[in-house]
């Protein structure tokens, strides 16, 4: 059974990079561009999102259904957003909204400064998960526990997320088995449905299994534990971290990316702006 998480960027520029930077860059990267709304300045931090996610030389193909749910989980919050904010925008008085025209039955005007605004929070999102993708599939299984106790949290939160990426792919596995022998009992998988409802009512069936399974699983892990006397005392790391000279170049440059946006956050030019192609003449 797999028990570790897809180590898909192993060997790659990023891979060989000390975990902590990883976790590091990730923070200081999301609290940069939640501040931005600009596209153009959007787009730079997605150009170096984009870069920086390359480096970790993912395979697509193995993670396009990961991304194929974020683009629908962005798709759905956008519309959600448009649809609860009846069309406002943030900081723009509605009568200064250059309007294409209005949902019906709601309402809600489309306008230029809606359409730049969803535009902006793609860009946000997608940049996010670009620079946090390689969390989960550059940095190997074992690093996950040293990396965050390396930065100061305490050691049972460390292992706790350590056995989180190890859990979510066993129990992926624990499906796969269960789906296998629930077909062999006659269970028809391909027939009951295709796209989100489908894939959740043919889910139904399998969760008793396959959650008694997780929590049997949980239970053998706590009671190695405990005979490991895990907790009764402070616990140490055999893998060692060290930052190489690539690792703290790397970090400064996210740090001044940091510092640059909180910077233009604070004079005012992160705001949105409207490409003057959508203003209606």
């Given at each position: 059974m797999n028990i570790a998480p897809r180590y898909l960027g192993r060997g790659s520029w990023l891979a060989r990079r000390d975990p902590r930077l990883l976790l590091l860059v990730v923070?200081?990267?999301?609290?940069?561009?939640?501040?931005?709304?600009?596209?153009?300045?959007?787009?730079?931090?997605?150009v170096i999102a984009a870069a920086y996610?390359?480096?970790?030389?993912?395979?697509?193909?193995?993670?396009?259904?990961?991304?194929?749910?974020?683009?629908?989980f962005v798709t759905v919050v956008v519309f959600a957003n448009t649809l609860l904010t009846a069309g406002e925008v943030r900081a723009i008085n509605e009568a200064h909204l250059h309007v294409f025209f209005r949902l019906p039955?709601?309402?809600?005007?489309?306008?230029?400064?809606?359409?730049?605004?969803?535009?902006?929070?793609?860009?946000?999102?997608?940049?996010?998960?670009?620079?946090?993708?390689?969390?989960?599939?550059?940095?190997?299984?074992?690093?996950?526990?040293?990396?965050?106790?390396?930065?100061?949290?305490?050691?049972?939160?460390?292992?706790?997320?350590?056995?989180?990426?190890?859990?979510i792919p066993s129990l992926a596995a624990d499906?796969?088995?269960t789906i296998d022998a629930q077909r062999i009992r006659g269970y028809e998988w391909e027939k009951i449905g295709r796209g989100p409802v489908g894939r959740l009512?043919?889910?139904?069936p399998l969760l008793?299994?396959?959650?008694?399974?997780?929590?049997?699983?949980?239970?053998?892990?706590?009671d190695a534990m405990d005979l490991r006397g895990f907790g009764t005392g402070p616990r140490t790391w055999?893998?060692?971290?060290?930052?190489d000279a690539a690792d703290w170049l790397t970090l400064?440059?996210?740090?001044?990316?940091?510092?640059?946006?909180?910077?233009?956050?604070?004079?005012?030019?992160?705001?949105?702006?409207?490409?003057?192609?959508?203003?209606?003449?």
């Open positions: 923070a200081l990267f999301v609290f940069a561009i939640v501040q931005v709304w600009d596209v153009r300045l959007l787009l730079a931090l997605d996610y390359r480096s970790a030389r993912i395979p697509f193909g193995q993670v396009r259904l990961l991304w194929a749910y974020i683009a629908f039955l709601l309402g809600t005007p489309i306008s230029a400064e809606s359409v730049t605004y969803a535009i902006a929070q793609y860009m946000r999102f997608g940049a996010m998960a670009a620079v946090g993708f390689p969390i989960a599939f550059a940095i190997a299984p074992g690093d996950i526990g040293p990396a965050f106790a390396r930065l100061g949290v305490p050691y049972k939160f460390a292992y706790a997320l350590e056995l989180t990426f190890r859990f499906m796969r088995t009512r043919r889910t139904v008793v299994p396959v959650t008694i399974n997780a929590i049997v699983g949980a239970e053998d892990t706590i055999l893998r060692g971290l060290a930052f400064a440059g996210f740090l001044l990316i940091f510092a640059v946006v909180t910077w233009l956050s604070f004079s005012g030019l992160t705001r949105l702006w409207v490409p003057p192609f959508l203003i209606p003449a």
